[in-house]
């Protein structure tokens, strides 16, 4: 096959106030693209893998400028659709950093984006191209009816050609609400093989209740979903965090998980997708899921670390920092 993974999502454009400042008086930007399927066909491209992209970008200047972020990411563009309407747009977003105890803020302007106008059709050379793994996620499906229905679309093709399935719930309350997106996606769950989940839409959007190892032991047994995986994120301050998963593995019936990684935060957005990355790249390598959770907590780590949503790493630099943690010697100060 072509491709190791494919991710579909729509591409958006973030915008931030320099310096920290509020969105209220702010008069400068910083801009980076983004997207969460995107950031994970980054991260899995950065360790190795051969990942495509499947998304619709408005035919202008714009459009080609996300079109270079793709490729300068490792990711392959060939199969992204094109919006040829007079109208056409990228979403954007504008994002406010907080500082303790002031929190983050997110603000979308994503409606009738070009993304918004997907067809299924567009992507059939891709999906004849086939992959060993498909992903995408929670916010594609509650964009609109008609980018819901062609992941959905993409879902059952990839699975029917024998590709292992990855959907992660990422829930955004700005987008739908709870009870929509939980009988959206419980319709999906059945065609999914790797979950990934936060503890807090178990127990809100799914009502689960218990403790969070039973939980994600019955999506799998409800569901024959291989591996479940939540990330398990104490935030000291938006500038500190502790960062760590528990993974369970439907085939051996064991939980996995690591002591935490302590991290100076840069800019958190794109870091749980940096997880999935990590954690996707394993599975596709063969390793353990023990060994799989280790790529995934390190990738998080590490793009926590950098500005921007995309991550900015390499395998080697992923390898040697599992190393440093697992052995807990912090290494040299500095690479010179």
Not at 126 to 144: D, K, N, P, Y
Not at 162 to 167: M, V
Not at 317 to 326: F, P, Q, S, T
Request: aromatic share 8%.
């Amino acid at each position: 096959m072509k491709f190791d993974l494919v991710t579909f999502g729509e591409a958006i454009l973030r915008f931030s106030p320099v310096g920290g400042d509020r969105l209220v008086r702010a008069d400068r930007f910083d801009c980076v693209l983004g997207g969460a399927e995107l950031n994970v066909a980054a991260g899995a491209a950065q360790l190795g893998m051969r990942t495509a992209y499947l998304t619709k970008l408005p035919r202008s200047r714009m459009g080609e400028y996300a079109l270079e972020r793709i490729k300068n990411a490792g990711v392959s563009g060939d199969s992204i659709s094109w919006d040829e309407e007079d109208d056409d747009r990228l979403a954007l977003y504008y994002l406010e950093t907080g500082a303790a105890p002031r929190k983050s803020a997110v603000v979308y302007d994503r409606r009738h984006s070009s993304f918004t106008n997907v067809e299924t059709e567009e992507f059939a050379p891709a999906v004849e191209e086939g992959a060993r793994l498909f992903h995408t996620c929670g916010i594609s499906l509650a964009l609109c009816a008609q980018s819901r229905a062609v992941a959905r679309q993409l879902v059952e093709s990839y699975k029917a050609q024998g590709a292992l399935i990855s959907f992660d719930v990422n829930y955004r309350a700005n987008l739908w609400g709870e009870e929509e997106a939980r009988a959206t996606i419980e319709e999906l769950l059945p065609l999914v093989d790797i979950l990934f989940i936060s503890e807090e839409s178990c127990r809100r959007m799914f009502a689960r209740t218990g403790e969070i190892r039973q939980i994600l032991k019955d999506f799998s047994t409800q569901y024959d979903i291989r591996m479940v995986a939540t990330t398990q994120r104490k935030v000291l301050s938006p500038q500190r965090h502790e960062f760590t998963a528990l993974v369970y593995d439907a085939a051996s019936d064991r939980f996995f998980t690591q002591p935490p990684y302590q991290i100076d935060v840069v800019d958190r957005i794109g870091s749980g997708d940096a997880f999935v990355a990590g954690v996707l790249s394993g599975v596709l390598k063969g390793e353990t899921p023990d060994r799989a959770l280790r790529y995934g907590n390190a990738m998080a780590a590490l793009k926590s670390t950098v500005y921007g949503d995309l991550p900015c790493t390499g395998l080697a630099e992923v390898e040697r920092l599992i190393a440093e943690h697992d052995s807990g010697a912090a290494g040299s100060e500095m690479d010179r």
